[in-house]
Structures are given as structure tokens and as C-alpha cells.
């Protein structure tokens, strides 16, 4: 329960969360350090990458999924390196999923090729559930390499009175 609320409380500017965030991310349980890269990425705040990126090459493959996760609602364009060699190592099916995903959330520079690669090859070997998983992750990476649809969003504040 305890560990839940931190999570739910991610979103939160309340002044003492860091200090709770911080304290479960140095807990020697991993399940503790899982709920807090999970609070670090719904934080909004990117005062937690440092933290996220080092957990990128956990030996715990939950910690490892989380900051993935993290990095991605961050949109932490300093783990996009570390994912795209992942995704070449990476065997079980699930992680390679995490990575593909988190990489549709970053975007950036060799993510869309990467992807469209990954896609032809399932195409190819008429793996229908890989190819419509990686459609998706690259409709994804659409929506995530637009970000001018967010420009009405930008306020600037009006010189002329």
C-alpha cells in the first residue's frame, strides 16, 4: 500500500514528495526502487534522469522495464542510445516490447528507421501480432515526432496593450 501511494503521488508537486521518491529509490528492495522509477516518471520532472538512466542497464529485469518506462513519460532523448543497443540483444519478447515502445515515446534520430526495419522483418517471416504491434509503436512515434500539433499550447505574453 505504502508503495502504491508513492506511485499514485508521482504526479504530485507536493514539496516533500522528492525527499519520498529519493528514499525509496536508495531501499535495498527492488520493489521499492520499481515504485519509485515509476513516481520519477510520472513526475513530469527531469531532475530524475540521472537516476533513470543508470537503472537503464539494470541486472533486475523489473527495474530495468521501469526506467524504460520512465524515460519514456519523461522523453528522455539521452536513453535513446542505451535502448537502441538493447533492442539488438534483447531476446525475450516482452522486454523488446518495453524498448520498442519506450523508443516510440522518445523518437529521435535512427528510432523510425530502427522500427521500420523491425517491421519488414516480421512482415517478412508473416509474423502478423509483431507487425501490428510495430505499426503501432510507429503510429506512435508519429504522434510523438509531431509535436507541432501541441504549438497552441505555447502562450507567450501579449506586448501590445
Known amino acids: 500500500v505504502r508503495r502504491r501511494s508513492l506511485e499514485a503521488l508521482g504526479t504530485s508537486s507536493r514539496p516533500e ?3 519520498l521518491i529519493e528514499a525509496a529509490y536508495h531501499q535495498d528492495d527492488p520493489e521499492w526502487v520499481v515504485s519509485a522509477l515509476f513516481a520519477m516518471g510520472r513526475s513530469g520532472d527531469t531532475r530524475w534522469s540521472k537516476q533513470i538512466l543508470s537503472k537503464l542497464n539494470h541486472p533486475n529485469q523489473s527495474i530495468r522495464t521501469e526506467a ?3 524515460a519514456a513519460e519523461l522523453g528522455l532523448q539521452a536513453a535513446r542510445p542505451a535502448l537502441l543497443d538493447q533492442l539488438e540483444d534483447e531476446e525475450d519478447p516482452l522486454v523488446r516490447h518495453e524498448i520498442i ?7 529521435g534520430a535512427g ?3 530502427r ?8 512482415d517478412a517471416e508473416a509474423d502478423d501480432e509483431e507487425t501490428e504491434f510495430l505499426e503501432e509503436a510507429l503510429d506512435n512515434l508519429a504522434f510523438t515526432e509531431d509535436s507541432s500539433l501541441f ?7 501579449d506586448d501590445e496593450t
Request: hydrophobic content about 60%.
Open 101 to 107: 515502445w519506450a523508443l516510440s515515446q522518445i523518437g
Open 68 to 70: 524504460m518506462q520512465a
Open 115 to 122: 522500427l521500420e526495419e523491425l517491421a519488414d522483418a516480421a
Open 151 to 157: 504549438d497552441m499550447f505555447d502562450f507567450e505574453a
Open 111 to 113: 528510432v523510425r528507421e
Open 17 to 19: 514528495l522528492p525527499a
